[in-house]
Nanobody, 120 residues
Framework: QVQLVESGGGLVQPGGSLGLSCVASVSISRLKSIGWYRQAPAREERQLVA????????RYSDAVKGRFTMSGDNAKNTMYLQMNNLKPEDTAVYYC?????????????WGQGTQVTVSS
């Protein structure tokens, strides 16, 4: 069982920056993957923002590449998402995600979600 608690988010003007944090109840270095997703208004599905797999390479969606940076601090069991040059289309509820290996595959865990609104 993995618990994820998010913080950060809020309202920012276009071109501004925000940072999100997600504290895990287990060591993030032992997870199969960690990442960030977002769900835009009126969208039913969550879209991948960034993911770190067990090859230690962060992969970003084309929509955020060059503007967002995902990082992690193993000592604090925390993952971060730094968002720069924000655009109105980045407005969404952001969720951190973790996948933990099990005997039969993996289990998925989600943070509670945090609202990011980009508006002037």
């Amino acid at each position: 069982q993995v618990q994820l608690v998010e913080s950060g988010g809020g309202l920012v003007q276009p071109g501004g920056s925000l940072g999100l944090s997600c504290v895990a109840s287990v060591s993030i270095s032992r997870l199969k993957s960690i990442g960030w997703y977002r769900q835009a208004p009126a969208r039913e599905e969550r879209q991948l923002v960034a993911v770190l797999l067990d090859d230690n390479i962060v992969r970003y969606s084309d929509a955020v590449k060059g503007r967002f940076t995902m990082s992690g601090d193993n000592a604090k069991n925390t993952m971060y998402l730094q968002m720069n040059n924000l655009k109105p289309e980045d407005t969404a509820v952001y969720y951190c995600h973790a996948a933990q290996l099990t005997a039969s595959g993996h289990d998925d865990y989600w943070g509670q979600g945090t609202q990011v609104t980009v508006s002037s």
